[in-house]
């Protein structure tokens, strides 16, 4: 949690002996007020400043705290408000709780339980958004997988050829000792790939001999429409110019922009060799799997035309070294399966 001098607590209270003491109680424990005494002077301090938590007096000499609590809830849904009333007043307090009040300081008041008052609400606060935060990335995952899931259906041939291409991506990016984030991004970038190739039609897909002119042509627009699809989900905005970029050649004779050498993004630059070299370790419709040396010789053998020959020498070493067959796990492998323990 954020420490105390960053947190910010909005005092609405128009008895001055009130509004003194837990003012002062407040930033005795190092947060910072401000302080409104009526009902127009909060609304105005909320729409000039975010705050983590409102504390406001049920009454007000302009109206009262509900109408802020109303306004609260109507664009800062998840800041903890805390409600000042009298005991008697037990009609308002279920109007309060109906409209979104976190918790409520009784008059007369023990000024001593107010810390504890606030610091269960930013923890309660806290929690929720973290919590939010991974049904969000759950619900991602799972749409990765159904989009996935359609695309392999389409092509027996390409079954599980996502996962296997995001895993040595991921193999690649630790060996670049890339961050969490970044590793991520790189994984989803190598399992969406060939998103693209939903909307190919199946004869083009499927077919075992050569493609015609406007065939392959069709076959090439793959990494733009993929793009597209995926740069319309807002997570996924940086993993957009990865999958447009997968078919670039470091020589600069790929599709679709015809990028050259450093001005294809890495991880496109990374994607380009681990999905060619599973490509030809894998069964297609148009040849048979071929071994790992075989693989790896043809990347070499277009090192600095087709691929990045720096990165094509850090693959082709990880893959001849011994520990080569301790593929990584994936992060989404692992969010998944948090997903399930959760769901028993
Ligand atoms: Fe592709």
């Given at each position: 949690?954020?420490?105390?001098?960053?947190?910010?607590?909005?005092?609405?209270?128009?008895?001055?002996?009130?509004?003194?003491?837990?003012?002062?109680?407040?930033?005795?424990?190092?947060?910072?007020?401000?302080?409104?005494?009526?009902?127009?002077?909060?609304?105005?301090?909320?729409?000039?400043?975010?705050?983590?938590?409102?504390?406001?007096?049920?009454?007000?000499?302009?109206?009262?705290?509900?109408?802020?609590?109303?306004?609260?809830?109507?664009?800062?849904?998840d800041?903890p408000?805390?409600?000042?009333?009298?005991?008697?007043?037990?009609?308002?307090?279920?109007?309060?709780?109906?409209?979104?009040?976190n918790d409520?300081?009784?008059?007369?008041?023990?000024?001593?339980?107010?810390?504890?008052?606030?610091e269960r609400n930013l923890i309660r606060n806290k929690i929720n958004h973290?919590h939010?935060?991974?049904?969000?990335?759950?619900?991602?995952?799972?749409?990765?997988?159904?989009?996935?899931?359609?695309?392999?259906?389409?092509?027996?041939?390409?079954?599980?050829?996502?996962?296997?291409?995001?895993?040595?991506?991921?193999?690649?990016?630790?060996?670049?000792?890339?961050?969490?984030?970044?590793?991520?991004?790189?994984?989803?970038?190598?399992?969406?790939?060939?998103?693209?190739?939903?909307?190919?039609?199946?004869?083009?897909?499927?077919?075992?001999?050569?493609?015609?002119?406007?065939?392959?042509?069709?076959?090439?627009?793959?990494?733009?429409?993929?793009?597209?699809?995926?740069?319309?989900?807002?997570?996924?905005?940086?993993?957009?110019?990865?999958?447009?970029?997968?078919?670039?050649?470091?020589?600069?004779?790929?599709?679709?922009?015809?990028?050259?050498?450093?001005?294809?993004?890495?991880?496109?630059?990374?994607?380009?060799?681990?999905?060619?070299?599973?490509?030809?370790?894998?069964?297609?419709?148009?040849?048979?799997?071929?071994?790992?040396?075989?693989?790896?010789?043809?990347?070499?053998?277009?090192?600095?035309?087709?691929?990045?020959?720096?990165?094509?020498?850090?693959?082709?070493?990880?893959?001849?070294?011994?520990?080569?067959?301790?593929?990584?796990?994936?992060?989404?492998?692992?969010?998944?399966?948090?997903?399930?323990?959760?769901?028993?």
């Open positions: 949690m954020k420490p105390a001098n960053e947190i910010k607590i909005l005092l609405v209270e128009d008895e001055r002996v009130a509004y003194r003491s837990i003012m002062r109680m407040l930033e005795s424990h190092g947060y910072t007020c401000v302080g409104a005494t009526s009902l127009a002077d909060a609304k105005n301090r909320l729409r000039n400043s975010a705050q983590d938590l409102v504390i406001s007096d049920i009454t007000l000499p302009d109206g009262n705290g509900l109408d802020l609590l109303k306004e609260v809830r109507n664009y800062l849904i800041t408000f805390v409600m000042i009333t009298a005991s008697e007043k037990k009609g308002l307090i279920q109007e309060a709780i109906r409209l979104g009040a409520f300081l009784t008059k007369p008041f023990h000024l001593d339980n107010l810390p504890t008052i606030v973290l939010n935060r991974q049904q969000k990335v759950s619900v991602l995952i799972r749409t990765i997988q159904a989009l996935i899931a359609a695309l392999e259906a389409k092509d027996s041939y390409t079954s599980g050829h996502s996962m296997r291409v995001a895993r040595h991506a991921r193999l690649v990016g630790e060996a670049l000792h890339l961050s969490d984030d970044d590793l991520f991004t790189l994984e989803l970038s190598a399992l969406l790939h060939d998103i693209g190739k939903i909307g190919m039609p199946d004869s083009i897909l499927n077919k075992t001999s050569s493609l015609e002119e406007m065939e392959y042509k069709t076959a090439k627009e793959h990494p733009v429409v993929g793009s597209r699809i995926v740069g319309k989900i807002e997570e996924l905005r940086k993993v957009s110019a990865n999958i447009r970029h997968h078919h670039e050649r470091f020589d600069g004779n790929g599709y679709p922009d015809g990028l050259a050498g450093e001005a294809i993004p890495l991880f496109a630059r990374i994607l380009s060799i681990v999905d060619a070299y599973e490509s030809i370790v894998s069964a297609r419709s148009y040849h048979a799997p071929q071994s790992t040396e075989k693989a790896l010789c043809e990347l070499e053998k277009n090192s600095g035309t087709q691929f990045d020959p720096e990165l094509v020498a850090i693959f082709t070493k990880l893959m001849r070294s011994d520990d080569t067959r301790r593929v990584p796990r994936l992060q989404i492998e692992n969010e998944l399966a948090d997903d399930d323990i959760k769901e028993v």
